[in-house]
T-cell receptor
Framework: KNEVEQSPQNLTAQEGEFITINCSYS?????LHWLQQHPGGGIVSLFM?????KKHGRLIATINIQEKHSSLHITASHPRDSAVYIC???????WGAGTKLIIKP | ETGVTQTPRHLVMGMTNKKSLKCEQH?????MYWYKQSAKKPLELMFV???????ENNSVPSRFSPECPNSSHLFLHLHTLQPEDSALYLC?????????????FGPGTRLTVT
């Protein structure tokens, strides 16, 4: 079993839908990262959070340290949100396998 | 543009070739990383350099040889690779300030070994 598990692996939705991607981990952490990887391969850091909730534009990340679980939400999804979303822990040294998101117009 | 550049962006090499991947960061960071991303697998950390010293080496085969001549540059020297080494190789950098470092990634080099 991986130390970081993401679900779903693949997600296809229509433009405008509310998206939720989940991340569970089994190791002790001080912070969890959400990152976005575009089809070209480049990775962009979205959030680093250690408690509660953070919001940036249409993206919201939450974390429950006790339950060892984090979620990434996208409101009013758009085709340009199509990417692989990855969670990582332990200073980004342990990575989830990623969730491939496709938003159809 | 994240401040981390990688060259080349694409590389095709035979199993007997020797090539090098280059990474450069313009962020003033003091740590640099090499990752391998194979299809449908999580990112695999290969090497970590902090203050130009290698601090982590995750059982990577010796056909991969990193070099960090200064805090802004990182190389990955490749020789006698295997087809299964075909992958996206990502470089990242961070500022070591304790437990909450955040990494900035380059665009990656897509490597194909024939």
């Amino acid at each position: 079993k991986n130390e970081v598990e993401q679900s779903p692996q693949n997600l296809t939705a229509q433009e405008g839908e509310f998206i939720t991607i989940n991340c569970s981990y089994s190791v002790g952490i001080s912070a969890l990262h959400w990152l976005q990887q575009h089809p070209g391969g480049g990775i962009v850091s979205l959030f680093m959070l250690s408690s509660g909730k953070k919001k940036h534009g249409r993206l919201i990340a939450t974390i429950n340290i006790q339950e060892k679980h984090s979620s990434l939400h996208i409101t009013a999804s758009h085709p340009r949100d199509s990417a692989v979303y990855i969670c990582a822990v332990r200073n980004q040294l342990i990575w989830g396998a990623g969730t491939k998101l496709i938003i159809k117009p | 543009e994240t401040g981390v550049t990688q060259t080349p962006r694409h590389l095709v090499m035979g199993m007997t070739n020797k090539k090098s991947l280059k990474c450069e960061q313009h962020l003033g960071h003091n740590a640099m990383y090499w990752y391998k991303q194979s299809a449908k697998k999580p990112l695999e950390l290969m090497f970590v350099y902090s203050l130009e010293e290698r601090v982590e080496n995750n059982s990577v085969p010796s056909r991969f040889s990193p070099e960090c001549p200064n805090s802004s540059h990182l190389f990955l020297h490749l020789h006698t690779l295997q087809p299964e080494d075909s992958a996206l190789y990502l470089c990242a950098s961070s500022q070591e300030t304790g437990v909450r470092r955040e990494q900035y990634f380059g665009p990656g080099t897509r490597l194909t070994v024939t």
